[in-house]
């Protein structure tokens, strides 16, 4: 290891730039960020930085001072409480000299992008202040340090500074109360690990304070628990909310549907306890009853309870009906959009459900039988220049393209199917009114399908792009 990152504390200190350009822009930008006092040399400078300078002048700072000469070795000398010198020019050759003569006065000298001649190099920075993340690679894979540093921003909630700002707020008292480091370390894991963390998040920030300050005043240990409505996707983990992976990795129990994927599944905290509460068609082993009280009880143990669900949770999920009976309890709840089966079967299926040639409007319509009938208005749906997208239609294929051409679609007109869309099985049919039940019969097509109807449909053979590979009887 030959750099150790440290934490250098700039503020009031003196900081020299060599050079006005954009890279030394770029640092005069950071070093400004750190409060120190800057003096750049240079012959000329962007307008950026004399901006910058002259707006700081108008509100009474005065941290940048510009000189304008040809850089000379006193410039460094003349400030013997320097304590960095950024050597930022164009010309390779002069950044040496610069941080030659850097070290020659005991300062610590940064040459931009040429680590072999700096004594420190500027990381790049994850900032959530007063949280820092700093990544480097010593200057040998500054691409690469760029992907983990657009990682590791989609990692840190946003609403993370603001968290750690109210945590540091509370330092003292929390140290006061208890002085034992076992206690005050639990005290803040459960801090940061829970709903005080969550309000933070969702930036009710009084709330998060008022929380913080009931969990140091109450003398018993009282938890309160917690309700996330996560949507868990059509099936492809990777199209979870960076959200709905955070809440799960907190809960401790999880209350799943048979939609909700495995590969999705498995990525909830593993000592949670996992309870399965889904129905199979015509067979409901758990009322949606039994399924609300097992919630509420939870909750009220203290427990942090996520209740998943495929899809998005308000689209035909009943998300609506469990929620209520939170709020009628009185048990603090969050919903987390998930991409419902219309979006994540269309983009893997490569049918736009909207296309200004096509459609200029989508439905989304629940296709299952209700006592053998299909009781839908079909005048509305056999119109032109709309996508339908019908969940749960699976058994209702044949109706629902016999309806539509009774009320007067074309019989040519395109219907797919999308089998397990977006999972690793998924197989997507396509034809017309008149022939894609008899094609998706003789595929022996098995829930969960997506029935998608359009002329929108057609592109599908230009459009295809997810899971080539996959036998597909078209
Ligand atoms: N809340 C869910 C929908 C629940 S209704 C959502 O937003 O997606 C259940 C129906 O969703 C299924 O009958 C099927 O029509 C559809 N569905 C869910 N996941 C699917 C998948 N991976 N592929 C195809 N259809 C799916």
């Given at each position: 290891?030959?750099?150790?990152?440290?934490?250098?504390?700039?503020?009031?200190?003196?900081?020299?730039v060599?050079?006005?350009?954009?890279?030394?822009?770029?640092?005069?930008?950071?070093?400004?960020?750190?409060?120190?006092l800057?003096?750049?040399?240079?012959?000329?400078?962007?307008?950026?930085?004399?901006?910058?300078?002259?707006?700081n002048?108008?509100?009474?700072?005065?941290?940048?001072?510009?000189?304008?000469?040809?850089?000379?070795?006193?410039?460094?000398?003349?400030?013997?409480?320097?304590?960095?010198?950024?050597?930022?020019?164009?010309?390779?050759?002069?950044?040496?000299?610069?941080?030659?003569?850097?070290?020659?006065?005991?300062?610590?000298?940064?040459?931009?992008?040429?680590?072999?001649?700096?004594?420190?190099?500027?990381?790049?920075?994850?900032d959530?202040?007063?949280?820092?993340?700093?990544?480097?690679?010593?200057?040998?894979?500054?691409?690469?340090?760029?992907?983990?540093?657009?990682?590791?921003?989609?990692?840190?909630?946003?609403?993370?500074?603001?968290?750690?700002?109210?945590?540091?707020?509370?330092?003292?008292?929390?140290?006061?109360?208890f002085?034992?480091?076992?206690?005050?370390?639990?005290?803040?894991?459960?801090?940061?690990?829970?709903p005080?963390?969550e309000?933070?998040?969702?930036?009710?920030?009084?709330?998060?304070?008022?929380?913080?300050?009931?969990?140091?005043?109450?003398?018993?240990?009282f938890?309160?628990?917690?309700?996330?409505?996560i949507?868990?996707?059509?099936?492809?983990?990777?199209?979870?909310?960076?959200?709905a992976?955070?809440?799960?990795?907190?809960?401790?129990i999880?209350?799943?549907?048979?939609?909700?994927?495995?590969?999705?599944?498995?990525?909830?905290?593993?000592?949670?306890?996992?309870?399965?509460?889904?129905?199979?068609?015509?067979?409901?082993?758990?009322?949606?009853?039994?399924?609300?009280?097992?919630?509420?009880?939870?909750?009220?143990?203290?427990?942090?309870?996520?209740?998943?669900?495929?899809?998005?949770?308000?689209?035909?999920?009943?998300?609506?009906?469990?929620?209520?009976?939170?709020a009628?309890?009185?048990?603090?709840?969050?919903?987390?959009?998930?991409?419902?089966a219309?979006?994540?079967?269309?983009?893997?299926?490569?049918?736009?459900?909207?296309?200004?040639?096509?459609?200029?409007?989508?439905?989304?319509?629940?296709?299952?039988?209700?006592?053998?009938?299909?009781?839908?208005?079909?005048?509305?749906?056999?119109?032109?220049?709309?996508?339908?997208?019908?969940?749960?239609?699976?058994n209702?294929?044949?109706?629902?393209?016999?309806?539509?051409?009774?009320?007067?679609?074309?019989?040519?007109?395109?219907?797919?199917?999308?089998?397990?869309?977006?999972s690793?099985?998924?197989r997507?049919?396509?034809?017309?009114?008149?022939?894609?039940?008899?094609i998706?019969?003789?595929?022996?097509?098995?829930?969960?399908t997506?029935?998608?109807?359009?002329?929108?449909?057609?592109?599908?053979?230009?459009?295809?792009?997810?899971?080539?590979?996959?036998?597909?009887?078209?």
């Amino acid at each position: 290891m030959d750099f150790l990152p440290l934490f250098h504390n700039l503020n009031g200190k003196r900081v020299i730039v060599i050079g006005g350009g954009e890279i030394a822009l770029r640092k005069v930008r950071l070093v400004a960020e750190a409060s120190a006092l800057i003096t750049i040399v240079a012959k000329e400078y962007c307008a950026d930085l004399v901006e910058i300078r002259d707006s700081n002048a108008k509100k009474g700072i005065h941290n940048l001072e510009l000189i304008t000469a040809p850089y000379q070795q006193q410039y460094i000398e003349n400030y013997p409480e320097a304590v960095l010198v950024i050597a930022a020019t164009n010309d390779p050759e002069l950044n040496r000299e610069v941080s030659k003569h850097a070290q020659q006065a005991h300062m610590l000298s940064n040459v931009v992008d040429d680590p072999g001649f700096s004594t420190v190099i500027f990381p790049s920075i994850v900032d959530r202040s007063p949280i820092q993340i700093a990544i480097s690679s010593g200057g040998d894979a500054p691409v690469l340090v760029r992907l983990i540093r657009t990682q590791l921003e989609s990692l840190f909630p946003a609403g993370m500074s603001k968290l750690a700002a109210l945590a540091g707020s509370f330092r003292e008292k929390v140290k006061a109360k208890f002085s034992n480091g076992a206690d005050r370390k639990a005290f803040w894991e459960e801090v940061f690990g829970g709903p005080i963390a969550e309000q933070a998040y969702s930036n009710n920030l009084d709330e998060a304070e008022r929380l913080l300050k009931d969990k140091l005043d109450t003398t018993e240990e009282f938890k309160t628990g917690e309700v996330y409505l996560i949507g868990g996707g059509p099936g492809d983990p990777d199209l979870l909310t960076f959200k709905a992976i955070r809440l799960m990795q907190q809960a401790d129990i999880v209350l799943y549907d048979r939609l909700v994927s495995k590969p999705v599944l498995n990525l909830v905290r593993r000592d949670a306890t996992r309870i399965y509460v889904g129905k199979t068609a015509g067979d409901h082993p758990v009322t949606q009853e039994n399924i609300n009280q097992k919630m509420v009880d939870y909750a009220l143990e203290g427990n942090r309870v996520v209740r998943l669900k495929g899809g998005d949770p308000f689209i035909f999920g009943r998300g609506g009906e469990e929620l209520e009976t939170l709020a009628e309890q009185g048990i603090p709840f969050q919903v987390v959009p998930g991409i419902t089966a219309a979006s994540g079967c269309a983009s893997y299926a490569g049918i736009p459900l909207t296309h200004r040639d096509h459609a200029q409007s989508v439905r989304f319509i629940a296709g299952h039988h209700r006592s053998g009938k299909l009781d839908l208005n079909w005048n509305e749906l056999a119109q032109p220049n709309q996508t339908l997208v019908f969940y749960m239609g699976l058994n209702g294929l044949e109706t629902i393209c016999e309806q539509l051409k009774a009320h007067g679609l074309d019989a040519n007109m395109p219907v797919a199917l999308v089998e397990k869309g977006t999972s690793d099985k998924q197989r997507v049919f396509t034809g017309d009114l008149n022939s894609l039940p008899t094609i998706v019969r003789n595929a022996e097509a098995k829930a969960p399908t997506l029935i998608i109807v359009g002329t929108v449909v057609s592109l599908h053979d230009k459009l295809a792009w997810f899971n080539q590979n996959s036998q597909s009887e078209e």
